[in-house]
Nanobody, 116 residues
């Protein structure tokens, strides 16, 4: 059994920064792509950024130039550095990962609130 645990969310003022982390634990043979998604109240969950096992990245247009996704394969961890945050970035942020053994798994989510 594998598990993803997010951390790093919180309250930040517009223009501020946060760094989210998502650590995988359990019996892990391999992790392929990893990603971050978010869901704002009353809206569908949407892609924020993804990163492949060889660190190729993809971003939603709304976060390009402000967010950076990265991963540390030795720690089975994916990060999301969020800069120049806007109120519309407020959402619950979820990480996911494609495990070689169990397929797609999701974390429990972490709240990010951007407000003055």
């Amino acid at each position: 059994q594998v598990q993803l645990v997010e951390s790093g969310g919180g309250l930040v003022q517009p223009g501020g920064s946060l760094r989210l982390s998502c650590a995988a634990s359990g019996i892990i043979f391999s992790i392929n792509a990893m990603g971050w998604y978010r869901q704002a109240p009353g809206k569908q969950r949407e892609l924020v950024a993804t990163i492949t096992s060889d660190s190729s990245t993809n971003y939603a247009d709304s976060v390009k130039g402000r967010f950076t996704i990265s991963r540390d394969n030795a720690k089975n961890t994916v990060y999301l550095q969020m800069n120049s945050l806007k109120p519309q970035d407020t959402a619950v942020y979820y990480c996911n990962a494609y495990f070689g053994s169990t397929g797609l798994e999701w974390g429990q989510g972490t709240q990010v609130t951007v407000s003055s």
